[in-house]
């Protein structure tokens, strides 16, 4: 569709915008010709008005030619000979209305005569006014260009990060199934009956993570009832040697956040932490919401003495790859380790509205 008529405000202001070259072609043809200013003005308002709506024709062989992709030679032929015809017709449009105004107005009864001599200006005007007319076409359609290439980067951009994101979560449920089946294998022998109670509670936690389907937010207290049903499968291994404390803002509770996204912090903490103390221990998790930002720490308990079983691996990487991948530079992840005490802490915008899943 032609940029200009698509909107009547663009339509309006490129009207207003032949003003001033009416009031210029009006003064060109009373300094240059035989015209009165009174004749100059009645004959260039007219004239300027229509030929702002032939100029819009310059538009449609702009499009079939476009400068990057057509030889230099036909370029000037199309757009030369557009400029010729466009003038001539502007030519006959002025001697027409001349003839009219000297037709029905007396004052003006001498204005076709008149007229002959600013015919070239006219004509040259015409073909001045319709190559600019063409410039401008141009620099329209380079602007589109641009600014559809631009939409098409961000479009990727946002695939992109799109499926980082279905990537980085589908890595989730594996690698905590892996362990609770570790867990599950553990107990197999030496205890059937928690093993059994630990698969029934696995079991109910799966079927709530399938349950958040393709949500990309959840609230936080919906998150952490998941972190509850996590650590209800944990205690059947663990027991009183598990102590869970939480320090929890009530006006954070409403803010989104993405789904899974502490679990493996407090999954870490259980099998990196807990797991290899031998008297157990504890695990704090803090949320604050202030100044616009959701504050989040988990610390635990461990054994500094243990073998090293990878403490910065899948869960810890995943959080910090899924904080970047949606929210950037917003979000900060940090990791600190002093005496027998591990800290996860991370901030994240604080957003109240759950995108429709």
């Known amino acids: 569709m032609h940029p200009i008529f698509g909107q009547l405000r663009r339509l309006l202001l490129y009207l207003a915008a032949w003003i001033p070259l009416a009031a210029l072609l009006a003064y060109l043809l009373s300094v240059t010709g035989e015209l009165s200013r009174v004749e100059s003005a009645c004959l260039a308002l007219p004239l300027c008005f229509l030929y702002a709506f032939v100029c819009l024709s310059?538009?449609?062989?702009?499009?079939?030619?476009?400068?990057?992709?057509?030889?230099?030679?036909?370029?000037?032929?199309?757009?030369?000979?557009?400029?010729?015809?466009?003038?001539?017709?502007?030519?006959?449009?002025?001697?027409?209305l001349a003839w009219l105004l000297s037709s029905n107005v007396s004052e003006f009864r001498s204005l076709s005569v008149h007229l002959d001599p600013a015919l070239p200006l006219i004509f040259g005007a015409g073909i001045l006014l319709y190559l600019v007319s063409v410039f401008f076409y141009y620099a329209l359609i380079a602007l589109e260009a641009s600014q559809q290439a631009e939409a098409r980067v961000l479009q990727a951009g946002l695939l992109a990060r799109e499926a980082e994101l279905k990537a980085l979560k589908a890595q989730v449920n594996p690698h905590f199934l892996f362990n609770s089946l570790n867990s599950i294998s553990a107990l197999t022998s030496s205890d059937p009956a928690r093993a059994r109670e630990m698969c029934i509670l696995l079991g109910d936690f799966l079927r709530r993570t399938l349950g958040l389907g393709e949500k990309s937010a959840i609230t936080l207290q919906e998150e952490i009832s998941l972190i509850h049903a996590f650590l209800a499968v944990e205690k059947i291994r663990f027991g009183a040697r598990l102590r869970m404390e939480e320090t929890i803002?009530?006006?954070?509770?409403?803010?989104?956040?993405?789904?899974?996204?502490?679990?493996?912090?407090?999954?870490?903490?259980?099998?990196?932490?807990?797991?290899?103390?031998?008297?157990?221990?504890?695990?704090?998790?803090?949320?604050?919401?202030?100044?616009?930002?959701?504050?989040?720490?988990?610390?635990?308990?461990?054994?500094?003495?243990?073998?090293?079983?990878?403490?910065?691996g899948m869960g810890l990487?995943?959080?910090?790859?899924?904080?970047?991948?949606?929210?950037?530079?917003?979000?900060?992840?940090?990791?600190?380790?002093?005496?027998d005490r591990f800290r996860v802490g991370l901030t994240l915008p604080a957003e109240r509205r759950s995108p429709a899943s």
């Not at 008297?279 to 073998?307: H, M, T």
């Not at 990487?317 to 005496?339: D, I, W």
Request: aromatic share 6%.
């Open 58 to 96: 310059a538009w449609y062989p702009c499009r079939v030619t476009p400068i990057d992709r057509t030889a230099i030679n036909r370029l000037a032929l199309t757009h030369v000979g557009g400029a010729l015809v466009c003038s001539g017709v502007w030519v006959l449009a002025a001697r027409i």
């Open 249 to 312: 803002a009530p006006e954070a509770l409403g803010i989104d956040v993405p789904p899974l996204l502490l679990q493996p912090l407090v999954e870490n903490a259980v099998v990196h932490g807990i797991a290899n103390c031998i008297a157990g221990g504890w695990i704090r998790l803090g949320v604050q919401c202030e100044d616009g930002l959701l504050s989040v720490v988990v610390e635990n308990q461990f054994d500094p003495e243990a073998p090293s079983r990878h403490k910065n």
């Open 317 to 339: 990487m995943n959080v910090r790859q899924r904080l970047e991948a949606r929210y950037g530079h917003r979000a900060t992840f940090g990791v600190t380790s002093e005496g």
